[in-house]
Structure formats: structure tokens, C-alpha cells
DNA sequence: AGCTAGGTTGTCGCCTAATG
DNA sequence: CATTAGGCGACAACCTAGCT
């Protein structure tokens, strides 16, 4: 719920924008029409839900889209294009929705992806993984794992319509060549140099890469520098280390026997990168 | 109850591409 | 050749879900 500061009132203005305007304060709320509904699945194969907004301005921000959260969450809020709904801003800018101001009469709800993507999903491309896919790409460029600067997801989606990789580690492979003639002579050889420095990156920088499922303070508890290491840990092991519960310590027990994961492993040590190798 | 990870948003600055 | 426009990546802040 809102934290109701204004009266109500101020937001059931006839005329909009003008009568608002000539007010002493600017708008911390304002009504806009959803557009239309937005799905996207992420690097784990959690689905979100974005509105689409008729661009609004709210606090010298201009506003045209707002998340909504997960589909149950979507579910509950009840929106479709046309309704029409409040939104604010949180804290620093972020827009958040307040409520549903009316509903659309003839309202047609945009089906969401099933839900059949999860945290061990798509390390491989295929059609249908397209978009979790290149979510794994983008984290795993991310300064925090690999660091490979200069890439982002319009780069990755690029890479990968040409060369279409064959999993998340598959741009490894690429020559310098192909990364000019894709991304240009300059920014084609920084990423290739980029790629190359990943190569040297430490065993723990790989594993989170290719998205175990522990948490920063549990990998480095571990102390574990290879892969063997990972795998000669038991149930009871997994379970000693901090903030390891029943569950965690299942997730990464399976993930450790996904075929899928362990043919990355396999490809890493073929590539020679450190803790792959037996 | 508290914490982490993962997800989102708009803005800013850099680099590339295009235009005069 | 110089200048402008646009696209892309990086960033900080916030929110929720899930697990301990």
C-alpha cells in the first residue's frame, strides 16, 4: 500500500498535465495509460512483468515503463493495456505503481512464457532459450564475474546471431578477426583482449560464471580451487558451510550433476582455465 | 526476521556512424 | 574534416522472492 501523504483528491484531476502544472508543488504521482505488457526471463529463468507507459513526466524524470514483478504478481494487480494507473516515484526515481486507477473494458491479456525456465535452463542455446540465454551472457560479462568490459546485450545478441554460439562459454573460440569484422578494428580488438585477460581469471571467477548456485559468502567459506574439489563434497559437507540449508546444499548438488554443467566444465578444461583441469 | 541475489528503472558519457 | 545524432554500456537506487 502507499504511503498516503497527499490527499487523494490531487490525483482525480479533470484535465491532467495543465491544472497539475499550475500547481506550487510538481507531482509526486501521476496517472498514464498502460500501453502494453512486457515479459522478460532472466540469467536464473525467473520471469518479470513490465508495464508500458504513455511517457509521463514525475519529478523531472521522464517515465515509461514500470515494473510490475513476478506473473502471480502480475496476477494480483489484475492489469491489461488501456487501464489506466498511478504511478511514483520510490526514493531516488525509481517508478514504482501505486494503483489501479480504472480498468479497460474490453481487456485482452497478453499471454506470459511458461514458466518451464529455471537456474538450470539454457546453458546451451536453443531457440526457445534465446532470451534466458543471453541474460546469462550479459551477467557473466558483468565487471563483478568476468569483467569483460564493452559488451552488453545488444553486443551479445550481435555476437551470437552471427556466430551462433553453441553455449555461454562459446565466445571464447572467437578469433580476433571475427570480432573486427563484427564490432569494427578497434572495439573488435579490446574485446578481444578483454576476452583474453578472462582466460587468467581466477578459478572461483568461472564458477560463479557459470552460475552456481551459492552465495558469494558460502564460495569463499569453501576455499575450494577446483572443480574436483567441488564435486568430492558430500550432502553433510555442503550442509557445514554458512548459509548452506537442506535446500541450498540439494540445489548445488544437482547442479554439480547437471550434464549440461558438466560439459562447460569439461569445455573449460579443455580451454585450459584454471580448476577445470583434472 | 534478516539477508542475498536477481530483477527493474532512468540518466549519463563514450564511441560509432552519418551528414554537411 | 568537423560536427551532430544515436546507440550502447555502465551506474546507482530500489523492490521482491526465496532461503536460512
Redesign the pocket.
Known amino acids: 500500500m502507499r504511503t498516503g501523504k497527499e490527499p487523494q483528491a490531487r490525483y482525480w484531476l479533470p484535465g491532467q498535465g495543465d491544472w497539475l502544472a499550475a500547481w506550487k508543488y510538481p507531482p509526486v504521482a501521476r496517472v498514464s495509460e498502460v500501453t502494453g505488457i ?1 515479459f ?7 520471469i ?1 512483468v ?1 508495464a508500458l ?1 504513455a511517457p509521463v513526466m514525475l519529478d ?8 510490475i ?2 506473473v ?2 502480475w496476477n494480483e494487480w489484475d492489469i491489461a493495456p488501456g487501464d489506466q494507473i498511478l504511478v511514483s516515484l ?7 505503481i501505486d494503483e489501479v486507477v480504472w480498468r479497460s473494458t474490453q481487456r485482452s491479456k497478453p499471454v506470459p512464457p511458461e514458466g518451464r525456465f529455471n ?1 538450470l535452463t539454457c546453458f546451451y542455446a536453443t531457440a526457445e532459450c534465446q532470451e534466458q540465454f543471453v ?1 546469462r551472457l550479459v ?1 557473466l ?3 563483478e564475474v568476468l569483467g ?9 545478441r ?1 555476437l551470437h546471431q552471427v556466430y551462433r554460439f553453441e553455449h555461454i562459454f562459446s565466445w571464447l573460440g572467437l578469433t580476433q578477426e571475427q570480432l573486427q569484422s563484427t564490432f ?1 578494428i ?2 573488435g580488438e579490446k574485446l578481444w583482449h578483454q576476452f583474453n585477460l578472462s582466460r587468467d581469471l581466477p578459478f572461483t571467477r568461472w564458477v560463479i560464471a557459470m ?1 552456481i ?1 551459492l ?3 558460502t564460495l569463499n567459506a569453501s576455499r575450494d580451487g577446483s572443480w574436483q574439489q567441488l564435486q568430492e563434497r558430500d550432502e553433510q559437507s555442503w550442509r557445514q558451510l ?8 540439494r ?1 548445488v548438488i544437482q547442479w554439480l550433476e547437471d550434464r549440461e554443467v558438466t560439459a562447460l566444465s569439461n569445455w573449460l578444461a579443455a580451454q585450459r582455465i584454471a580448476g577445470f583441469m583434472p
Do not use: C, H, Y
Open positions: 512486457q522478460s526471463v532472466g540469467k536464473s529463468g525467473k518479470a513490465v507507459l523531472d524524470k521522464r517515465v515509461q515503463r514500470v515494473n514483478g513476478s502471480r504478481r520510490a526514493g531516488q526515481g525509481i517508478p514504482r537456474s541474460a551477467w560479462g558483468a565487471n569483460l568490459e564493452g559488451i552488453g546485450e545488444a553486443g551479445w550481435e569494427g578497434s572495439k552460475g548456485p552465495t558469494q559468502a554458512p548459509f548452506m540449508g537442506e535446500q541450498r546444499a540445489q
